[in-house]
């Protein structure tokens, strides 16, 4: 039973119970309706309270329901909040911990609303490229005023409810238990006449509606660019202003069911339960124990290891750095020391947080030190022969039970593990340059690493607020195997005719945050030379682009040596296309007589975007990736797949996977096809008529 039912000395209390948020599925909503409507026909009841159990008044409406049959089935949230606001007994909605989304709305139809302090209060349905779909457009806004009410509803952020103390939305914050109070407070309502007052009978009052709703649309005009939900929450809002509640209604309504079926919702969405999902790893289940981390070492203070350390002092987790030399010890610590005081310069962090969370960092010389870390990571260079000396003195010196973890991009961390006798506790934490800054941490999950030694990592990467996703062994892991095919796809296209300022230009409007080009220039193209140089020697077989070594041999690495695609100005970061090098592709072509055609901006990106699906699925054939979704958290966190398209596996759904086989196999036939051979599943989902997304 998703409700229950209870009566309290002439008080029906009224309880969602559909953990673990109360969403108001179908059940649900028809438990409230019930609820209602049997206190209104019990003589006894005077009043009634809606509350929730567990850990949530209400998260709002049930995200998996939408676009199905269950979402528009009677009662709809609608109906529900019509029965409770037009309930001749006063209902008081006692919120506790969270009231999102339709939970808001929820209880902004009843008559009275009580909260308990710490509450997080929030219309966030723009985060997932919807609006507040149950009057929370109309309703709000006449609760707590037009500003701070637009505010939340373009945003989304949760607020605590004891900073709403005197908004108009609560008519009491509990101090000490919400239920007694709710008790207490239904006691004397209920024996008020009525009616009780309706938040839908309020007015909204400000002196320049028009303007202020104008300058709400300047506001989001960046962020709504590539999302139609911002503006959306606007007109209904204004609709509600200019035309009244009901008008204001018909216009959320209409908004809602367009914005619901947007493929930016659905991005949006995917999004959200994807996070979600990546916790999960099949075999894992969630109540493996976990091992207690309470101190923390990293080996290596370049720019990786201060990046990754920053994470768990941020978190207020102790961290021992260790350097072989006092000079690099030195330059790590006072980096990390200037990263804070930017963001102290910047007024995200105070003074006095600073010092303290430099006074959770150890530095140290010595590997005798690390003997109390619960987790170590390492994060020297790349290259096995140096993570062989790390690892046989890690075994040596680390306690029993530590987790030994590897931050190796592109190493096999099951040759890793076996440098130490406990290939059980190793396992890779690949994070993402800046480390302190990017949301992706691939987990490696070598051949022998114990599920509790994954599933601490996992519940770590939370603390850390890191988006953690597993990945098998392979050469590059999930997120660098795929590019590899991608930039191989970028090079293959410079050959045949197109330029680096044309292909990132195609790619860049498609979404991503930077195309190709820009970005090598900017990891420096030196990292994909010496890939390109081992994969000559491992696959003579895979077919490369060798355009990008001549550009290597002219010593142009990108950003840092002043040229790479593109030239750059000292101090300027501006990629400038560069004449010497578009003439060098040409010449190139000339050379080895590659014929040169116009390559239209469509091919660009479908190339792409195709080589990342096509890798993707090959990935999730070898069960690199356990779900389709945790590709697309990779791309989505990691590499500036642009959000509003999902990912790229979501990105083939949408296309539809029947489209991407046909086009993979006209690529396979035209110069350079050799790049392009099917993954089998892929092929076979299309010809079943399925997405890698269900
Ligand atoms: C809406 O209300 C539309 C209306 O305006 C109009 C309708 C007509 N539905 O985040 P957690 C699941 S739109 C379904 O790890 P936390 C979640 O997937 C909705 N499932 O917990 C996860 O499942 P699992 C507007 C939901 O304590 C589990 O609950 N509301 C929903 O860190 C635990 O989630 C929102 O956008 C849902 N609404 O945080 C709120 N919410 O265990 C979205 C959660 O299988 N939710 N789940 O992985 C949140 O922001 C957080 O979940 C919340 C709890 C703060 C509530």
């Excluded at 139809?109 to 997080?120: K, S, T, V």
């Excluded at 006691?187 to 009052?205: F, L, M, S």
């Excluded at 990293?298 to 072989?324: C, D, K, S, Y």
């Excluded at 090098?581 to 660009?604: F, H, L, S, W």
């Amino acid at each position: 039973m998703a409700v229950d039912y209870t009566t309290h000395d002439g008080v029906a209390v009224v309880t969602l119970n559909n953990p673990p948020v109360n969403g108001l599925g179908l059940s649900t909503r028809a438990g409230i309706v019930a609820g209602i409507e049997r206190a209104q026909s019990d003589p006894a009841i005077r009043a009634i309270v809606l509350t929730g159990a567990g850990k949530a008044f209400s998260g709002g409406a049930d995200i998996t329901e939408f676009n199905t049959p269950k979402a528009t089935q009677e009662p709809t949230l609608a109906t529900v909040i019509q029965v409770v606001e037009s309930s001749a007994k006063p209902v008081i909605a006692a919120i506790h911990s969270v009231a999102m989304g339709g939970g808001l709305e929820l209880a902004l139809g009843a008559h009275y609303r009580i909260a308990a302090p710490g509450a997080q209060i929030a219309l966030p349905e723009v985060k997932l490229g919807i609006l507040p779909g149950a009057g929370g457009t109309q309703r709000l806004p006449r609760a707590i005023g037009l500003e701070a009410a637009l505010n939340m509803i373009v945003s989304g952020t949760p607020v605590l409810s004891e900073k709403l103390t005197d908004s108009g939305l609560f008519d009491e914050i509990a101090q000490g238990d919400l239920a007694e109070a709710a008790l207490t407070f239904a006691r004397r309502v209920g024996a008020q006449t009525g009616p009780h007052p309706k938040v839908r009978d309020r007015k909204i009052e400000h002196p320049n509606a028009a303007g202020f709703i104008q300058f709400a649309r300047n506001s989001v005009a960046a962020i709504a660019k590539n999302f139609p939900a911002p503006h959306k929450c606007i007109d209904a809002v204004e609709a509600g202003v200019q035309n009244g509640f009901d008008k204001g209604l018909a216009v959320e309504r209409e908004c809602f069911v367009a914005l619901v079926q947007t493929p930016e919702s659905r991005a949006l969405r995917h999004a959200f339960f994807g996070e979600r999902a990546a916790s999960k790893i099949p075999d894992v289940p969630s109540d493996t124990p976990t091992r207690d981390i309470q101190r923390v070492a990293v080996i290596g203070a370049g720019t990786m290891g201060g990046g990754i350390a920053m994470n768990f002092v941020n978190a207020g987790i102790p961290v021992t750095l260790l350097e072989t030399k006092q000079e690099a010890l030195d330059r790590g610590i006072a980096t990390i020391r200037k990263n804070y005081e930017a963001t102290v310069r910047k007024g995200r962090l105070k003074p006095e947080a600073l010092e303290q969370r430099m006074a959770l960092l150890t530095p140290t010389l010595s590997y005798d030190d690390l003997k109390d870390a619960d987790l170590i990571v390492e994060a020297v260079f790349e290259e096995l022969g140096v993570k062989e000396q790390v690892f046989r003195r890690l075994d040596e010196v680390a306690k029993p039970g530590a987790i030994l973890a590897s931050n190796t991009s592109t190493l096999d961390v099951d040759r890793i593990a076996a440098f130490t006798k406990r290939p059980q506790d190793v396992v890779g934490m690949h994070f993402f340059s800046p480390a302190n800054v990017m949301k992706l941490l691939e987990v490696v999950r070598g051949e022998h690493t114990a599920k509790d030694v994954l599933a601490t990592v996992m519940k770590l990467a939370k603390k850390i607020r890191k988006t953690a996703v597993v990945s098998g062994v392979c050469d590059g892991f999930i997120g660098n195997r795929m590019i590899e095919q991608y930039i191989r796809q970028a090079l293959f296209m410079l050959e045949e005719g197109a330029l680096p300022a044309q292909v990132d230009r195609a790619i860049e409007k498609f979404g991503f945050a930077m195309g190709p080009f820009r970005m090598s220039d900017l990891a420096g193209n030196d990292i994909g030379w010496a890939i390109r140089k081992r994969r000559y020697q491992e696959q003579p077989d895979m077919h490369y682009s060798k355009v990008a070594d001549r550009l290597c041999e002219l010593g142009r690495f990108g950003q840092k040596t002043g040229g790479g695609w593109y030239d750059y100005k000292a101090g300027d970061r501006t990629a400038y296309p560069s004449k010497a090098v578009d003439e060098m592709i040409v010449g190139y072509c000339a050379e080895t007589q590659a014929p040169r055609r116009k390559i239209g901006d469509e091919e660009i990106v479908e190339r792409l975007v195709l080589s990342l699906v096509n890798e993707g699925a090959k990935i999730l054939e070898e069960g690199i990736a356990s779900k389709a979704s945790d590709i697309d958290m990779v791309y989505l966190t990691g590499y500036g797949f642009p959000l509003y398209r999902g990912g790229p596996m979501l990105y083939a759904d949408t296309v539809g996977l029947y489209n991407v086989e046909r086009a993979i196999r006209r690529y396979a036939a035209q110069p350079n096809g050799d790049a392009w051979q099917i993954a089998p599943g892929l092929a076979k989902l299309a010809a079943e008529g399925r997405g890698f997304n269900g």
